[in-house]
């Protein structure tokens, strides 16, 4: 009998699990919808929002709720936003929006290379997001350019967006579309794809300016007089770079897909928008590639500098050992202890000695400054 119960409690556990996952999708909890204006603490929807005609429309909807209403009306679509999802809430946005189990699988991982595919109806669009991370000073283990990663998929009635970390947060892009650029909104999912690259590739604008800083500091620090600038440093910033390159170089090609002449699936106006997100992400991949290589030249100058100085020491070490030398062959002359040894019997053989070894030393000491070994 105990055993038949406790069969029975797994098993309704195993489907009530699934029912709470897509309650927690559809904004409810064991049945009960929550509150209007009081969001789901367990749910990844940040916002979903139902526009039509580029005015976006009064109320709270669910996401399924949004996506009827959509379809049920002239050029309207819907604009979810969720963060950091897990498979759970993705599988059930994909089961009411009909997107593809790799690109769900892409969301969800987070550990994409930038990228644009398309997966029937639906285009997939991947970038990497980065931002700029304050700090007093450059150590060996700083973190200068903190990435995430930003998901769009892009169909005819809507427009799904994937934030993965705290980079590029989309709420300001929302709201300026929503009351500066109801005209650009207008056009559709594809325009709202537009606003959040461009929100990207602006932030990597600031990044790289912010960066410049960076660099500079390390440059004036290690051809200053009294450089202090450690090898790790630089290196710890060439990794930061080199992070920061891997979100920016690869988001070239898919651009260059979207504003190609012959994409008839951008609609030609968000085309010369796109254009203008291209023009901005050149800028910044050539500041990056000029950084990297200021920074490997820096890095040489650095690693030249610290052979120098050892040369340098090296030589301090070597003079020093020469003049010590006349001291120690002196003392192992006079060690030996000889019997028949003539300046022992000498009474001038002591002040003598120490004057021959100080001349010598000064001598030597005054040929190595001539020199520059000491």
């Not at 489907?15 to 909890?29: I, K, Y």
């Not at 929002?49 to 949004?66: H, I, S």
């Not at 590739?201 to 500079?216: F, H, P, T």
Request: charged share 25%.
């Amino acid at each position: 009998m105990s055993d038949s119960t406790g069969f029975n409690r797994s098993l309704s556990r195993a489907w009530t699990a699934p029912v709470r996952a897509m309650n927690r999708f559809l904004g409810t909890v064991d049945g009960r919808r929550d509150t209007p204006g009081q969001g789901n603490p367990s749910s990844a929807v940040v916002d979903c929002g139902l526009y039509v005609g580029g005015k976006r429309e009064p109320g709270e909807f669910t996401p399924d709720e949004a996506l009827r209403k959509a379809d049920s009306r002239e050029n309207a679509f819907v604009w979810l936003g969720l963060h950091q999802p897990s498979l759970e809430e993705m599988t059930a946005v994909a089961h009411t929006y009909g997107l593809h189990e790799l690109a769900v699988e892409d969301a969800v991982k987070a550990d994409q290379r930038p990228k644009l595919e398309q997966f029937g109806a639906v285009h997939f669009l991947v970038l990497r997001t980065a931002r700029y991370v304050p700090h007093g000073e450059l150590t060996e283990s700083s973190q200068v350019v903190e990435t995430g990663q930003m998901m769009i998929f892009i169909g005819e009635r809507f427009v799904i967006t994937v934030r993965h970390g705290d980079a590029s947060e989309l709420a300001p892009v929302r709201a300026n579309l929503e009351t500066e650029r109801p005209a650009l909104l207008e056009q559709g999912p594809w325009a709202v794809a537009y606003a959040v690259t461009d929100r990207v590739v602006d932030l990597y604008l600031e990044v790289a300016d912010q960066v410049e800083a960076d660099l500079d500091i390390i440059e004036e620090s290690v051809f200053s007089r009294d450089s202090g600038s450690r090898v790790q440093q630089i290196y710890q910033m060439k990794r930061e770079l080199v992070e920061f390159r891997r979100a920016v170089v690869p988001l070239q090609r898919p651009l260059a897909t979207m504003t190609s002449t012959q994409n008839r699936v951008v609609p030609k106006e968000i085309r010369r928008y796109f254009r203008d997100v291209q023009d901005h992400l050149s800028r910044t991949v050539e500041q990056v590639t000029s950084y990297d290589d200021l920074l490997n030249s820096i890095l040489q100058a650095r690693l030249a500098q610290v052979t120098v100085d050892q040369n340098n020491d090296m030589r301090k070490i070597a003079s020093w050992a020469g003049i010590s030398a006349v001291w120690t062959a002196f003392a192992g002359i006079y060690g030996m202890n000889f019997t028949h040894m003539p300046e022992l019997s000498w009474p001038l053989s002591y002040p003598v000695l120490w004057t021959l070894l100080l001349v010598i030393s000064v001598l030597l000491y005054r040929a190595f400054r001539r020199n520059g070994w000491l």
